[in-house]
């Protein structure tokens, strides 16, 4: 549904379907196509290079957060060895 609502955006505009769909294919998630028809919407950019821009800050964000989600989850892994180890060494003693 993001990525009809992103084309049709796009369509609107009086660029190809097919730019559309090559935003929706370098966005990835229904959440980022989201934020680009946001975009779209209420700018109406008129240029090729407008659109591209946002459509990468929007990409760089999303790839910032999956990073930054992987990091927390390792951390807590990493949290949860620390801990069951100190505990093992408390039963030892």
Do not use: H
């Not at 370098?26 to 407008?50: D, H, I, K, N």
């Not at 801990?83 to 093992?88: S, Y």
């Amino acid at each position: 549904m993001a990525k009809a609502d992103l084309c049709r955006e796009v369509l609107s505009l009086g660029f190809p379907a097919e730019f559309g769909e090559l935003l929706a294919g370098e966005l990835g998630s229904p959440r980022s196509m989201g934020r680009m028809t946001s975009y779209l919407r209420s700018v109406r950019p008129r240029s090729v290079e407008a659109i591209v821009d946002e459509m990468l800050a929007i990409a760089s964000e999303a790839e910032s957060w999956r990073q930054r989600k992987a990091s927390q989850e390792a951390q807590a892994s990493y949290n949860e060895w620390l801990r069951l180890r100190r505990r093992q060494g408390d039963d030892e003693e």
